[in-house]
């Protein structure tokens, strides 16, 4: 007598474990941009088992609420995905002098934030708040591929709420909002000729010196919105032009980055440019506006004076922009430093993960 | 009763027919570098038919020469391969408001010059001087490959001359020399980082704006050498770098091309500069000196008095600095506007082809 094959069983994750188990338990199912799959078959399964949470799916974004009817929601989000794996998965424990660390692809960017967010579903008998958590696919990759974006798309109404927090690494502090970003090409013309006879033609290269000055000479400046102080950045991140050895090239072309305070729109931030570069061939190939950073509502006050710090800006851009966009002020607030995210050594020192669940406690009771 | 199968018949020349017909005839035999098996053959083919000269193969460079005791020896030089072919071969006669063309690849670089140098093998009984012609292959490929160089390594005797004329297409003026080209890269450097906190980071491409500022400002010189005005020229030939559209980059490239007097050396060229460029961090790709014209000397003063025009400067770089290198000294002299090289629509007028043959007879009886 033969049995039927069956799948391999999805690992079952513990919630009420302590965050940094948890942390580990999450870096050891791999969940590489687009094979999520496995791992939010895991979460799904360990809410339905551990939580009465009203479980919902779209794709292998799963989403868990509560309905309490409070007269606020907060929306608790991470991304379960991760860069591609570099030898670093399953996760290991490293000792240093600054302590312990969980050593792992997706330590810091974001499974420990994921880990607070979970096992803040076990830890609120009686929350302040109605609470709606949401993880969810493909962070990492194309925008048009964010799985936070697909749900706000398909269901927006599940991501309502009076405030966001993005579970991305801060180091344990409140960084709010975040830099717009847009990137434009520029583009000098010349006219072609043999570089033997350069003087029949006209060197697009040359004129693009001119770009670089206006680049090398902007002084990029520091915006305060809502309090916080927001660095903006001006920046080639590309440059390209040539034919062949001996041609007098017609065309160069510079790419620009432009990360831009929140308090610019979209338009704002193009007009700018526009201006800085009044004459030149421009073409916007990307614009992503920022979010602010939403402290002066009462619940974000209340949850940054449960963190016990002073608010940060964010520089980078992050989905805390996407849930701007559909009108919810949003955070970001999770443990570990943003500047391993990516790195093959990523890791998350252990004793810096309850603290974000002990805070996030304090605030909810 | 069957035959064994036959090559094609390599097409007859007919060396005594008129240069234009002669020209006709070698375009109409396709010889793109590394393929001008067929052309070599008809040209040794016919020179040993037509004429009692000395006849020597080096793989298709086909050489041809008199031993007639003359105190002065000159070298007749000509490529017999062409870029490729577009849809321009069997060559087609064209009229216009400006006369008759021969429009076919080749036609103008250099099949006219070639023609005028076989047809001289049948026009001179009693030649002032000694004379050898060089019809050689691969001159529009990589330099290593050039036929005009291999013949110069394995039977640099084959070369040896008091003046070289190389058949480039001249309009029917005496071009000096050539100028000396050389190329480099000059590469700036930086520090990554995440374009969002680009303080971090130092930015490679902003600082390119300090190599192209030099380009820009850079004037060229105009160096006489020998009665004739060389133009010099620098200029950026591609410019390259960057990591991602959220990076800082740490590198960018300027691949510059010089066009130096051949006044100067390659040892001068460089040094001048290293010393424009004076703390980048340069490195030299390519070096190829100049020729100067050589027309102090009396053979190149007769021969320029036989064409009967003012001699000119040759800007592009040549085969002539092959000879220069031999201590030839070496002119260009040929029918046909230089511009038109490479062109689809190349083309010779075909009036301008017999005078440049009357004023080798000239000069040589």
Known sequence: MTSAPTAP??????????PAE???ALCDIPSVSGDEHALADAVEAALHAQTDLEVLRDGDAVIARTHLGRSRRVVLA???????????????????????????????DMKAGDAVFL??????????????WVFYDQEEVAAERNGLGRVARNHPDWLAGDLAILGEPTDGRV??????????????????????????????IHHAADVLDVLRDFRPETITVDGLAYREGLNAVGISGGVAGNVIPDECTVH??????????????????????????????DMSPGARPGLDAPVAREFVAAVGTDPLPKYGWTDVARFSALGVPALNYGPGDALLAHADDERVR???????????????S
């Open 22 to 24: 948890l942390t580990r």
């Open 350 to 364: 252990v004793d810096t993960i309850a603290p974000c669940l002990d805070a996030l406690v304090t605030w909810l």
């Open 9 to 18: 069983a999805t690992p079952a994750l513990d919630l009420s474990a302590d």
């Open 78 to 108: 991470g991304h379960l995905d991760t860069v591609p794996i570099r030898d670093n998965v399953p996760a290991r424990l490293v000792d240093d002098a600054d302590g312990r660390w969980l050593v792992a692809r997706g330590a810091v």
């Open 256 to 285: 620009v980055n432009y990360r831009f305070a929140p308090s610019r729109s979209a338009a704002e931030a193009e007009q700018h440019m526009r201006a800085l570069f009044a004459g030149f061939d421009m073409r916007f190939v």
């Open 175 to 204: 960084e709010g909002g975040c830099n717009g970003t847009c990137r434009f090409l520029v583009t000098t013309h010349g006219r072609r000729a043999h570089s033997a006879r350069a003087w029949v033609g006209d060197n697009a």
């Open 119 to 132: 096992a803040l579903t076990t830890r609120l008998p009686r929350p302040a708040a109605d609470v709606t």
